[in-house]
């Protein structure tokens, strides 16, 4: 074989002498691609606490150093900047795959990127899982259902997506991602986990990637209308980002393949999370209204009764709840940037 990295033409990796932190367990080595990124950072976040290795592999397209600055100088804690496009070879024990713009604004910014993010840099991470036999999870999203005709979504469902559209770099993307996963699975014999994510917020996501909750938290701030696209009758459940986290390492510890959706099932129109917004910040906040964008879902609700059952997890906090907890982060942000920019 031409490839240099191909499993054929190398010994396979054999574990050394590894340290035993805590009886009967060993640390584990970790990598969590997209680390520098809002969902990342927070996974990080959590393994480190737990005692873990952890590499991040980061091109910073959206992600930034500040996001994991604080663990720099901890010797558990290495970042790569790397483009997961091309090979890489590392040894861990497992691997979490988050690499890829997550918000419109940003997957649909290089399409062509987005599309080899999703598919070629998926194979890479799954073809050092098959080399080093780690576990891999895929961060999938809910976008695989497409504009659903199944209402809530259960993992059964194929869904509804167009495939020349242009959201498909990423839903159609993320549906190969899938492919690619299920057949190293049954194919290589990798052990995989695959998430399929819903609409999350939390501190640390990108001021201005577009997304409605940062989108609306931020315009508050400001002072500046909160922008609702369409008639904002449309629906969205939105998960604070550390229950995803739990879900994450659930599902990567627990013993099934998946899918699994990861959601919070609480269902909002986009005038109801302006109203939250605005009790939350501003009661004073007006609403403007714009024409929305094409191939918008019109609703989206996870049915998370397969990770209730299977992974014994399931959301927290509620939106009311999870909203202060971002405000502040936002509010130092962009009192940051007003001074930077000497307002
Ligand atoms: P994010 O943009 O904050 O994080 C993505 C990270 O991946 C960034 O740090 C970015 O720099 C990095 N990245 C992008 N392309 C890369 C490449 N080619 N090589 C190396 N690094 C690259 O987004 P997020 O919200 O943290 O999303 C993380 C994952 O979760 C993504 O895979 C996304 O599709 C998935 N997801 C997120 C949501 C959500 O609501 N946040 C919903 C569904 C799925
Ligand atoms: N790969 C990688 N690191 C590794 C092993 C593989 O980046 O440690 C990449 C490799 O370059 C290839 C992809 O993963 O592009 C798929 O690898 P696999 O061995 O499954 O396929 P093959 O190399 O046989 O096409
Ligand atoms: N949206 C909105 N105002 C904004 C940004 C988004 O009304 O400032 C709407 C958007 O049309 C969509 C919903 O909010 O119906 C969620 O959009 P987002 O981009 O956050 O997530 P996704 O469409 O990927 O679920």
């Known amino acids: 074989s031409s490839n240099p990295f191909s499993a054929t033409d190398q010994p396979r990796y054999r574990p050394v002498a590894r340290v035993p932190v805590q009886i009967g ?28 290795d952890v590499i991040v592999i980061d091109n910073f397209f959206t992600g930034r150093r500040e996001n994991v ?30 690499a890829c713009p997550a918000s419109p604004v940003h997957y649909k910014y290089n399409p062509i990127k987005t599309i080899k ?30 504009d659903p005709l199944e209402h809530p979504q259960k993992e059964t469902y194929w869904g509804h997506v167009n495939p020349i ?15 690619l996963a299920m057949d190293y699975h049954r194919g290589a014999g990798v052990e995989v986990r695959i998430a399929r994510i819903f609409n999350t917020y939390g501190p640390r996501m990108c001021l201005d990637d577009g997304r409605v909750v940062s989108n609306f938290v931020a315009q508050a701030i400001r002072k500046q209308p909160l922008t609702v696209y369409g ?18 390492v659930a599902l990567m510890e627990g013993e099934h393949v998946g899918p699994f959706n990861l959601g919070n099932p609480g269902e909002f129109t986009m005038l109801e999370l302006a109203e939250v917004v605005k009790e939350t910040i501003d009661p004073s906040a007006r609403i403007e209204f714009k024409a929305n964008t094409a191939d ?14 299977l992974l014994n997890w399931e959301p927290k906090i509620s939106l009311r709840e ?22």
């Open 165 to 179: 559209g242009v959201r498909s770099c990423y839903d159609e993307g993320k549906r190969t991602a899938e492919t």
């Open 231 to 248: 008639d904002g009758l449309q629906t969205r459940s939105f998960q604070y980002v550390s229950d995803l986290v739990d879900g994450l």
């Open 117 to 146: 993010t999703n598919v070629m840099g998926t194979l890479n991470m799954l073809g050092l899982a098959k080399r080093i036999g780690a576990r891999f999870l895929l961060t999938s999203t809910s976008e695989v259902y497409g």
């Open 296 to 309: 918008d879902p019109h609703k989206r609700k996870p049915d998370i009764t397969k990770a209730k059952e």
């Open 25 to 52: 367990k060993r640390r584990r080595r970790i990598v969590v691609t997209g680390g520098a990124g809002f969902v990342g950072s927070h996974l990080v976040d959590k393994l480190i606490a737990r005692g873990d």
């Open 69 to 98: 600055v604080h663990h720099f100088g901890n010797p558990r804690f290495e970042l790569i900047r790397h483009d997961v496009v091309e090979p890489i070879l590392l040894e861990v024990d497992q691997i979490y795959h988050l």
């Open 322 to 343: 999870g909203l202060p907890r971002m405000v502040s982060n936002f509010r130092s942000r962009i009192l940051n940037e007003d001074e930077d920019k000497g307002l």
